[in-house]
């Protein structure tokens, strides 16, 4: 029905973000006709394709940068789900201190959903159970804002207790106390090459290959160097 829906109102492509594929209706995208470009959901045939942010070596350079920093200790904070966007996050966070010879330390990982609400919940409780961490790397913005919260609850200040660093880069961003050093992705080129890809295939008739846009690092106020131990 709803592939039916699309064909009788002449829809000539689509743009699916953030799309799981349990979902039956992207299960029957995939496998019609119409020209589709997946944002944060890898699927690729031949009327289809994708478009994501470089999610893996964004976290990657924000441990790297903690551990420029002199950080050891490093707490990671990601959503819940097996998503292409949760798991290259983690798997940064990991790689980032496997290559330094540093044991990444499971229980310093935090599973939550990405309200700040439940990130706020998920740092209170870490806070109870150990504080041997000296900085904190969130999955997104909204998560970092609750841990802040949470972090100033238990008395610890950002950046001279722990540090923290953000992803997306939200407007908020730069109005927190203090404000966040966090993981920009590039909004435009994902748009913009979103929409290059589905107009390629309705006119063109040909599949673009899929597209990862760089991420880059935006240092401000929630992150300071330590005496390297």
Known sequence: NYIQTLFAHRVMGVIAISASADDLRIQALYQAAIPTVFVDSMFQADHATWVRSDYLDGAHKAVEYLLSLGHRRIAFFHGDGMTITNVERLLGWHQALARVGLTP????????????????????????????????????????????????QHNLSVPDDISLIGFDDIDRCESTDPPLTTIR?????????????LFQMIEKKETPAPLVVPTQLVIRGSTKSIDLV
Do not use: N
């Open 105 to 152: 330390d499971p229980e310093l990982v935090r599973i939550c959903r990405w309200r700040t609400d439940d990130a706020y919940q998920a740092a209170m409780k870490l806070l109870q159970e150990r504080r041997d961490f000296t900085a904190i790397v969130a999955g997104s913005d909204m998560m970092a804002i609750g841990i802040l919260r949470a972090l100033r």
């Open 185 to 197: 992705q590039d909004t435009h080129l994902i748009s913009q090459g979103t929409v290059e890809r």
